[in-house]
């Protein structure tokens, strides 16, 4: 099936099997390897994008059901001259990230709570981004990462 | 894990759904949000041949105060219902209930419909609308008709749905001020609960429905009688389990999720306001 998707700004049209995840297509399609895939399950939200402005977890979404969606992938993040986004630039200021495995998901996943609650305390922070696990156990200075983020 | 082949039609309407589903027979399943379907698809644990995507019915997301109930769209999304400020006033067990339910990216594209008519024992929104009374519409080929909540959950993942009707709305009377908790036991933040509760209370009367403690959502109707009796709190938890039957899994024996249910339903009384 013929699908067109907006990644990043730039238009990709493809045809793709209805049972491709959006996180294959974007990783081997569209070739952005920034979304990372960890579980697979829909439980590590390692592949957290934006779809629509939402945060999602894309290997459990159909690339087929994204269709005519404006998707944001980590890489779409900085901008173009190479300023980081505020989100990005917090996570290295506060050493947000240790391995960085689940940093691209992490960053996605925070800016789109930052979008529904600009102003979240610690807990609603920590609570925000439940659907994102970080095996090095970072978390406190992933939260630091996201309330320096939100106070900028 | 890629899902086994599968062919996909999208449906314009609830019409179209209906009839691509009637046309492509018993092995073909509606796509919604797909937070329920899609894992099992890449476990597979489900194998449809056909895939009726119904996630662009965006007429079906709504949610409308209708007098003494409100009508939520099946199509509505758990993040919407979270985020409801109608059902916060009018149904805030539910709204509530909604925000635990997996993740925030999971809410962004789970619905309410896809939750209950997958019929899941262990997700919350069914046994929180099975708590609270609710009425679900159907729509087949000859019409509508209205399923209690009490009569629809029939088996682990079963529901009274034919194979050709699509859930449409979701109807759940107001709480009136009613007092409320909701009582979710995991291990971490994002799982299905071990043992939850739902669960109203006003003057006497009481909902309490229980998730992940059987086949299907349970409602406690003997701790609710009890309560109705003039038992305490405490007293009519000890019929928790009695609608019930637990089973073993990898997190809880079914000793354990009995003493848990016991607990939790007492807890959750307590914050609803039963003495």
Known sequence: MEISVTVNGVTHTNDVEPRMLLVQYIRETVGLTGTNVGCDTSSCGACSLHLNGEAVKSCTVLAVQADGADITTIEGMAAADGTLHPMQQAFMENHGLQCGYCTPGMVMAATSLLKENPSPTEREVRLGLEGNLCRCTGYHNIVQSVLAAAAK | ?275
């Open chain 2, 1 to 275: 894990m890629i899902p086994a082949k599968f062919d996909y039609v999208r449906a314009g309407s609830a019409e179209e759904a209906i009839s691509l589903i009637g046309e492509h027979g018993d092995e073909a399943k509606f796509l919604a949000g797909g937070h329920s379907l899609l894992p099992l698809m890449k476990l597979r644990l489900a194998q449809p041949t056909v895939l009726v995507d119904i996630g662009r019915l965006t007429d079906l997301s709504y949610i409308r105060d209708a007098g003494d109930h409100v009508a939520i769209g099946a199509m509505t999304r758990h993040m919407d219902v979270e985020t409801s400020e109608m059902l916060a006033a009018e149904l805030p067990l539910l709204a509530h209930a909604a925000g635990h339910v997996g993740d925030p990216q999971v809410r962004h594209r789970g619905t309410i419909g896809g939750s209950i008519a997958h019929a899941d024992p262990a997700s919350d929104l069914p046994a929180t609308t099975l708590a609270l009374g609710a009425t679900y519409i159907a729509q087949g080929p000859n019409g509508t008709r209205e399923i209690a909540a009490a009569d629809f959950y029939q088996g682990f993942l079963t529901s009274a749905l034919e194979a050709d009707e699509i859930l449409t709305e979701i109807r759940v009377p107001k709480m009136a001020g009613a007092g409320w908790s909701f009582q979710k036991f995991n291990r971490r933040a994002q799982d299905w609960a071990i043992v939850g509760v739902a669960a109203w209370y006003r003057d006497g009367a009481s909902g309490v429905g229980l998730v992940n403690m059987g086949s299907v959502p349970v409602l406690a109707t003997s701790v609710s009688a009890a309560l109705a009796g003039g038992a305490s709190a405490a007293d009519a938890a000890e019929q928790a389990v009695a609608e019930a039957e637990p089973q073993g899994d990898l997190n809880a024996s079914v000793e354990y999720r009995t003493h848990l249910a016991k607990v939790l339903v007492k807890r959750a009384l307590i914050e609803a306001g039963a003495a």
